[in-house]
């Protein structure tokens, strides 16, 4: 990266690691950090939100000016990275900023406007929302410095369940809504695409054709005999 793309800034990148994860996501991941000269900071731990906030916190105690997160599953490039630093330089009202990233399994991406299901695009500015990811994201550290600890909190639902439509608040939800309360704002670029690693598992139809399915179409496979209606299915590639 060029001193005059990173003069306003002093920039690390930020990323949890599991016990195990995807040998090529790590690769892909590695080189794009590689392409820019950013320092990778890392931590390991059961506990997303606690290996987080550590991290954070130790990257605000060197003096760090902007974080980029990166989530283990994220397919980037050193160009994202620089799109959105260079968003940051340029727009001072925005206090973080995440690349646009598909939710696993799913047609839309991983943010919320609060009150909306969908809306209008520009083509060309980043858009403001309420929540987002940490799958590629630009994190102005003094605005995160003068929050409230705990910066991570999982909160249970109804009863207190767990299940999806509970009500819980996961750990990055919890740090969105925190984030916005203290004032912060959050946008999402379209313009800057990441990708998501996802699972798929290929299987033959009843035509001997290979489809592949999210793994939660093949268990309704399994338990109807039927491929959901529904389910996203690509062709199988010629070359494999």
Not at 16 to 33: F, K
Not at 209 to 237: C, M, Q
Request: aromatic share 10%; proline share 4%; hydrophobic share 40%.
């Amino acid at each position: 990266m060029s001193e005059e793309q990173t003069k306003e800034f002093k920039v690390c990148a930020l990323m949890t690691l599991g016990r195990y994860r995807n040998t090529r996501a790590q690769l892909v991941i590695e080189q794009a950090i590689r392409s820019v000269g950013l320092p990778l900071h890392t931590a390991e731990g059961v506990f997303y939100g606690q290996c987080m906030q550590r991290l954070f916190t130790r990257a605000i105690d060197q003096g760090i000016d902007v974080a980029i997160t990166i989530d283990w599953d994220s397919f980037i490039t050193g160009q994202h990275i620089i799109q959105l630093l260079q968003i940051m330089a340029q727009r001072p009202d925005i206090d973080a900023l995440a690349a646009m990233q598909a939710k696993r399994g799913c047609h839309y991406p991983l943010m919320t406007i609060q009150g909306q299901t969908s809306t209008d695009w520009d083509g060309r500015s980043p858009l403001q929302v309420d929540t987002m990811h940490f799958g590629c994201t630009a994190i102005r550290l003094d605005k995160l410095a003068k929050m409230p600890k705990p910066w991570f909190w999982s909160t249970p639902g109804t009863d207190g369940e767990w299940e999806d439509d509970s009500g819980k608040i996961d750990d990055d939800i919890y740090f969105w809504k925190s984030w916005k309360a203290a004032g912060n704002s959050a946008y999402v670029d379209p313009l800057t695409r990441i990708g998501h690693m996802e699972e798929t598992i290929a299987v033959f139809d009843d035509g001997m054709k290979v489809r592949h399915l999210y793994p939660k179409a093949w268990s309704e496979l399994i338990e109807t005999g039927k491929f959901p209606s529904d389910a996203n299915t690509v062709e199988a590639a010629s070359d494999v």
